[in-house]
């Protein structure tokens, strides 16, 4: 039997969605082993001067804990 863990990560990124996801699972895997699968719960963007400067999103990181 396995028993699972869950963390909520929020990450930001200058170039897309997609990156920031990228960037928060790293960050998330240097402190946290056996991650299984991230759930993306909610996505922004930060405006200034009428133009998108920041991507951000919210993520709940499962893991298997040993």
Known sequence: ???AKVIEVS???TESFED???Q???RAAET???IQSAWIKEQKVLVENGKVVEF???MKITF???
Do not use: T, W, Y
């Open 24 to 26: 928060g699972i790293k």
């Open 32 to 34: 946290v082993k056996n």
């Open 56 to 58: 951000r999103v919210n």
């Open 1 to 3: 039997m396995s028993v």
């Open 20 to 22: 920031a996801v990228r």
């Open 64 to 66: 298997i804990l040993h």
């Open 11 to 13: 990450a930001s990124s």
